[in-house]
């Protein structure tokens, strides 16, 4: 392992080294370096530069600030063979239920009269009508400001004099405070 560091360490001297310096002396004494193993082999393959000098293909679409590209769609991943199961299994019995006997439709029997089911409809129908939005243009606001304006009005008539009340004794103690 000394042995590799230090043939490391004098290849890298050596690159550091002037053009016109003179080489050093290789060491006599040195063993001659062990054959890279197979996984060096495979380290090598890895340190391949990766090139990546493929041209770039113009956007297919730009909006304001951004461009859209088109990317070729990725390859299926490869099937893999499904192994044979090392027996049949006996294939489940099919359960076939006995048809349903056929029953005739009853006539339902009405729970209320026509005349009680139509009084009943008009009822629901003035109900909708209330309560649908305006048909004149007016927005959900509007309609909910015209809603809240009556009780907005009685709330501050009946809070907003003890309020100002309050708050301009508030600061009348304050000034107060401020000249003594």
């Known amino acids: 392992m000394e042995e590799i560091l230090a043939s490391i360490r004098r290849i890298i001297s050596e690159d550091d080294a002037p053009a016109d310096a003179a080489a050093p002396e290789p060491e006599a004494a040195a063993a001659p370096e ?3 193993a197979p996984a060096a082999e495979e380290d090598d393959d890895k340190d391949e530069v990766l090139d990546l000098v493929d041209p770039i293909q113009p956007p297919v679409e730009t909006h304001g600030d951004l461009d859209v590209f088109t990317s070729p769609a990725p390859a299926p991943p490869p099937m893999a063979a499904e192994p044979e199961p090392a027996y049949e299994p006996e294939p489940a019995p099919v359960f076939t239920p006995a048809p349903a006997p056929h029953l005739a439709p009853a006539e339902p029997e009405a729970l209320i009269s026509a005349g009680a089911a139509g009084a009943a409809a008009s009822a ?3 109900l ?6 305006p ?3 007016r927005s959900l606001e509007d309609v909910t400001r015209e809603l809240l304006r009556p009780l907005l009005k009685a709330w501050l008539d009946e809070n907003l004099p003890r309020i100002v009340e309050a708050k301009v004794e508030e600061e009348v103690a304050r000034i107060a405070r401020l000249r003594s």
Do not use: E
Request: neutral net charge; hydrophobic residues 45%; aromatic residues 6%.
């Open 34 to 36: 062990p054959a890279p």
């Open 124 to 126: 629901f129908g003035s």
């Open 128 to 133: 909708t009508a209330a309560i649908a939005m």
């Open 135 to 137: 048909k004149d243009g």
